[in-house]
């Protein structure tokens, strides 16, 4: 089994076992990265070209600066994750916004601290221990 397949493994027992939205969607959005061809790295790209590098950077340094729903969709435009996470989680796009307010600072933090994102070879472990959060 692939790492791909790992993460998007860990990502459908995440989102089943939980049962609530925000563990849904945390579920579908790790999986919808994995799909996503720049991953996480494409999530701060985006972010960065929408004039949110500040958000970006506290998060990858553990600062809690929020993030309201219309910032996600601001930064999120156009990557088409918002989609894929809601279609993966079985719930609306509003909700995959409304979530990633409070998923999206620690998917950052677990998966690009300072700001870059992790090897590959170790996203496993990271989304493992970012899931089980919510469960």
Same mark, same amino acid.
């Given at each position: 089994?692939?790492?791909?397949?790992?993460?998007?493994?860990?990502?459908? =027992?995440?989102?089943?076992?939980?049962?609530?939205?925000?563990?849904?969607?945390?579920?579908?959005?790790?999986?919808?990265?994995?799909?996503?061809?720049?991953?996480?790295?494409?999530?701060?790209?985006?972010?960065?070209?929408?004039?949110?590098? =500040?958000?970006?950077?506290?998060?990858?340094?553990? =600062?809690?600066?929020?993030?309201? *729903?219309?910032?996600?969709?601001?930064?999120?435009?156009?990557?088409?994750?918002?989609?894929?996470?809601?279609?993966?989680?079985?719930?609306?796009?509003?909700?995959?916004?409304?979530?990633?307010?409070?998923?999206?600072?620690?998917?950052? =933090?677990?998966?690009?601290?300072?700001?870059?994102?992790? *090897?590959?070879?170790?996203?496993?472990?990271?989304?493992?221990?970012?899931?089980?959060?919510?469960?």
């Amino acid at each position: 089994m692939g790492l791909l397949d790992s993460l998007k493994s860990l990502a459908g =027992q995440a989102g089943d076992a939980a049962g609530t939205d925000q563990a849904k969607v945390a579920g579908g959005f790790i999986e919808a990265l994995t799909q996503h061809p720049q991953g996480i790295q494409g999530v701060i790209d985006a972010f960065n070209s929408s004039g949110m590098s =500040q958000h970006v950077s506290d998060w990858a340094n553990g =600062q809690n600066t929020t993030a309201t *729903p219309d910032q996600i969709s601001q930064g999120l435009a156009g990557t088409g994750l918002i989609e894929a996470a809601a279609a993966k989680a079985g719930v609306s796009p509003e909700t995959v916004q409304s979530a990633l307010s409070t998923i999206l600072p620690m998917a950052i =933090q677990h998966f690009a601290p300072n700001g870059q994102a992790a *090897p590959q070879g170790s996203m496993a472990g990271m989304a493992q221990g970012l899931l089980s959060k919510f469960l």
